[in-house]
Each structure stands twice: as C-alpha cells, then as structure tokens.
C-alpha cells in the first residue's frame, strides 16, 4: 500500500530549528514531486516548499524563504524540511504530499509548535 509517514515535529522556542521528514512506501519519491503544507487551526491549508528529482528545482512560500530548506535523498525515498529561525506564525500542523498530476497521496501530518 502506498503510504507517506512524517516526522520531525515537536516544540520549540522562536529562534529555533526543527528538521522535518517525509518517508514514503509503495512507491518511489524519484518519480514524483514531493510537497511540504501546513495548515493551522481556522486556516486553509498553505504550499510551503515542493522538489521535484526529476526536473530539478525547488519552490517556497514567500513567508519561509530564506529560512526553510527543502531536500532529498530519493535512495532512501525520504524528502526532508529543514526549518530555521522558526517563528510563532509558522506554528501548524505540516504535511508532505506526492504529486505527478495532482496531490495524491498525502501523509498524516506532524504538528510544529512555536513558543514565544
């Protein structure tokens, strides 16, 4: 079955760093675009960062630039969020999803907490 798990979440201060994961089975990560989302309670869930092995290139969310780093190591069909100089506002529950068409599947979510 194919299923995406994350993890990597937890509490932190402002300031600090999480490194996020997203592992997959089922399938190979090489073949698809691999997306990080998050969504915080009473909002839309919101793209934060997505690559792509096979074409080559990164995108992140105008509010995580800069601080975020999105990464591979499609051998171990795991796709990582490396989260710096993390704020209360980036306090959600995060989500990576697989797309070649669309956004299928999508994993469970790990929950990112930022304290003042």
Known sequence: EVQLVESGGGLVQA???LRLSCAASGFTFDDYTIGWFRQAPGK??????????SEGSTYYADSVK???TISGDFAKNT????MNSLK??????YYCAAA?????PWGQG???????
């Open 100 to 104: 070649r068409l669309k956004w299928v």
């Open 66 to 68: 800069g601080r975020f």
């Open 79 to 82: 796709v990582y969020l490396q």
């Open 110 to 116: 790990t929950q990112v907490t930022v304290s003042s």
């Open 88 to 93: 209360p506002e980036d306090t959600a529950v």
């Open 15 to 17: 300031g600090g760093s």
């Open 44 to 53: 839309e869930r919101e793209g934060v960062s997505c690559i792509s092995s």
